[in-house]
């Protein structure tokens, strides 16, 4: 068995701990993010899985009135990002946690999401939820809508061999998340500083994982719903510009994140095929 980072085994724990926290509102939740990604890929040989956060799409229509999320959060031991300062993240939940051969202690988020199409009116980061949920549970985001409508049950277990907890828990599918990776790369094309290239090798992950026959059908429901087809189609459009070559944004970046595991030349060619075979059997599904 490949020796996990003992963070990533961490933050596998601090999301068990949220999952149980929100347990009354399971059928609400979606895990997305690389966590998700991780769970229905093919391991890559080389390639560590690694991540320090969580997240979680929320489908308001299917949040029950009680427990508030801020409330079940808080009793869970959770804190908002930067509520000391006064101004605290809408949606940001941070726990903190002593792991091995740290001296400080890991902050773990779990961020819980609305995507944007379904997302209540008004404010412009927290996402307005009825009832006891409140103004700050929860913030919105554009990119996640895919969740609500691609997902499938799945058993997540913890990582560290002292922690025998399992649950399960809606999981976005292949489509859902390669939707919302394409929008967060280029959301953030024009911020190097903000780009990371792990988010990219995990596009790649999701390419290998699936036909693009089957990628391909995915999308297309996604498009065939009312609440995934905008942000669907927008991430359809940036699909090329991001891997359509070896010098695409999103394809450099998954060389290097596989850098010293895949060869340059067999990221690039993925990324390439993929792209175009997907983007040519939905002109011609249009």
Known sequence: ???????????????????????????????????????????????????????????????????????????????????????????????????????????????????????????????????????????????????????????VGALDEGDSRRTTVNVAGLAALLVAKLHKIGDRADRPDRLTDKDAGDVLRLFMSATSQDMTQRLIDLLEDARSAGATRAAIDRLDPLFGTPRSLGTQMAVRALAGVLDPATVQATCRTFAAQVLAALGGAG
């Open 1 to 155: 068995m490949v020796d996990l980072d003992p963070e990533y085994v961490a933050a596998r724990g601090v999301l068990l701990d949220a999952l149980e926290a929100l347990a009354d509102h399971r059928e609400a939740i979606v895990l997305v993010g690389a966590q998700a990604v991780y769970l229905q890929t093919v391991p890559l040989p080389g390639y560590q899985p690694y991540t320090t956060d969580a997240d979680l799409a929320i489908n308001p229509s299917l949040l029950g009135p009680r427990p508030g999320l801020e409330e079940a959060m808080r009793r869970a031991g959770f804190r908002l990002k930067d509520e000391d300062t006064g101004h605290p993240e809408p949606g940001i939940w941070e726990a903190r946690i002593r792991v091995a051969q740290r001296r400080d202690d890991l902050v773990v988020p779990v961020d819980l999401i609305v995507p944007e199409a379904v997302a209540p009116p008004g404010g412009r980061r927290g996402a307005r939820l009825a009832g006891e949920h409140g103004r700050r549970a929860a913030r919105r985001a554009t990119g996640l809508e895919g969740a609500l409508v691609d997902h499938s049950l799945i058993e």
